[in-house]
């Protein structure tokens, strides 16, 4: 099973929105509402910020959703922050038959 | 506060054996599954194991299936992961990370991992 395709990078200003696309395939981002994505700041735990295509965890900033169209998952963060500077990973579900869950490659958000 | 503190971690020669452990506060933990998750260097991450909150259910990604063992000690609120047969690119940061209790496949509680190199 491959990882999931993220971009490497992304950049944005503060204030401004960003979305980070996660494109997996027809059978594991596309067969399944069980996209997660996690914030990773090095060296720190990593955080859940949205899980199940678009829920949002208590506690995690309404500046972040989640959404998916066919087999592309899509992390939006709006209104940038400094401190929202830090690597984000997608997951899905994969399948019984197959690893329990695939990440995506990571995506290195600056803030400008 | 909920919180997983992972130890272990080390330098180990190839083929070698590493065990790492995982210490769980703040909540039930036998009343959780959970897994372990690695990150090599300037990769990503990598799920690597799955126990269920009995240890009846396992489950391990095809690159270490039949070196590493997961297992935990509901009694002592502690997970853990036997590594044999270890590999230069087994060398990683290794997390644990609890599964949400309400929503299968999705990891709530992450620890900040033990570091682990595998070479001679």
């Known amino acids: 099973q491959s990882a999931l395709t993220q971009p490497a990078s992304v950049s944005g200003s503060p204030g401004q929105s960003i979305t980070i696309s996660c494109t997996g395939t027809?059978?594991?981002?596309?067969?399944?509402?069980?996209v997660s994505w996690y914030q990773h700041h090095p060296g720190k735990a990593p955080k859940l910020m949205i899980y199940?295509?678009?829920k949002r965890p208590s506690g995690v900033s309404n500046r972040f959703s989640g959404s998916k169209s066919g087999n592309t998952a899509s992390l939006t963060i709006s209104g940038l922050q400094a401190e929202d500077e830090a690597d984000y990973y997608c997951?899905?579900?994969?399948?019984?038959?197959?690893?329990?869950?695939?990440f995506g490659g990571g995506t290195k958000l600056t803030v400008l | 506060e909920v919180q997983l503190v992972e130890s272990g971690g080390g330098l180990v020669q190839p083929g070698g054996s590493l065990r790492l452990s995982c210490a769980a506060s703040?909540?039930?933990?036998?009343?959780?599954?959970m897994n372990w998750v690695r990150q090599a260097p300037g990769k990503g991450l990598e799920w690597v194991s799955y126990?269920?909150?009995?240890?009846?259910?396992?489950n391990y990604a095809d690159s270490v299936k039949g070196r590493f063992t997961i297992s935990r000690d509901n009694a002592k609120n502690s997970l853990y992961l036997q590594m044999n047969s270890l590999r230069a690119e087994d060398t990683a940061v290794y997390s644990c990370?609890?599964?949400?209790?309400?929503?299968?496949?999705?990891?709530?509680?992450w620890g900040q991992g033990t570091m682990v190199t595998v070479s001679s």
């Open positions: 997951c899905s579900y994969a399948g019984s038959y197959t690893s329990y869950v695939i």
């Open positions: 126990i269920s909150s009995g240890s009846r259910t396992t």
């Open positions: 199940e295509d678009s």
């Open positions: 027809s059978s594991d981002v596309g067969s399944y509402n069980l």
């Open positions: 703040g909540f039930t933990f036998s009343s959780y599954s």
């Open positions: 990370a609890r599964v949400s209790p309400g929503s299968n496949y999705v990891f709530d509680i």
